[in-house]
């Protein structure tokens, strides 16, 4: 149910990507969890009113073939700090919200740890916090939910690695669940006090 008048919004992967843009551009988004996605638009631009953001090409020749023949997309992109890249930041610095960043350092998709990190320095001061995980994967979701470290994805010749042990994956599933909660409790409101 929306309450308003500030709205949460949860990104993974490519969706984190969207879920910044939107933090960035969006007034009404006042609480956003990133989960290990990027700081920068890749493969596709963001267009967005007059405003118009390159993305950093994707380097498919760089995939790396590991378990069962999946692919390891870790390499195909580019170092952002690359100052070539620049332009393809989103401008994290407009941001006016919160936005917690939750980081699965095994993730095999992402650098998500630098993505994050690159992020919150240019973000405004206390409007951001990292929580990483070593041995976490890239897909971190509810708790209970199994480590997926490998699966098939709609335009990929092969399975997709996403790294990740089940052990320390399934404890930052836990944890990050509740600091998300928190988060959006803490930001949105707590459901008890909303008249519905």
């Known amino acids: 149910q929306v309450r308003g008048p500030g709205l949460g919004v949860v990104g993974v992967s490519k969706g984190a990507e969207v879920a910044l843009a939107m933090a960035t551009f969006l007034p009404r988004v006042v609480a956003t969890v990133w989960i290990n996605g990027t700081a920068f638009l890749h493969g596709n631009p963001l267009v967005y009113k007059e405003l118009r953001i390159p993305p950093i090409p994707y380097y498919t020749e760089r995939v790396l073939f590991a378990e069962a023949g999946a692919m390891d997309n870790s390499a195909i992109f580019a170092d952002p700090r690359d100052p070539a890249y620049r332009t393809s930041a989103i401008p994290v610095e ?15 998709s992402f650098n998500s740890k630098l993505f994050a990190e690159l992020a919150l320095a240019r973000m405004p001061p206390e409007s951001g916090r990292i929580l990483s995980y070593p041995g976490a994967g890239h897909l971190i979701e509810p708790p209970g939910s199994p480590l997926c470290s490998i699966s098939s994805i709609r335009g990929t010749p092969r399975p997709v690695l996403w790294g990740g042990e089940p052990q320390p994956h399934a404890r930052a599933q836990e944890h990050s669940w509740k600091e998300i909660l928190q988060f959006l409790e803490l930001h949105l ?4 006090t909303t008249k519905l």
């Open 94 to 108: 407009k941001i006016r919200g919160k936005v917690l960043f939750v980081v699965g350092e095994a993730d095999r």
């Open 189 to 192: 409101g707590s459901v008890g």
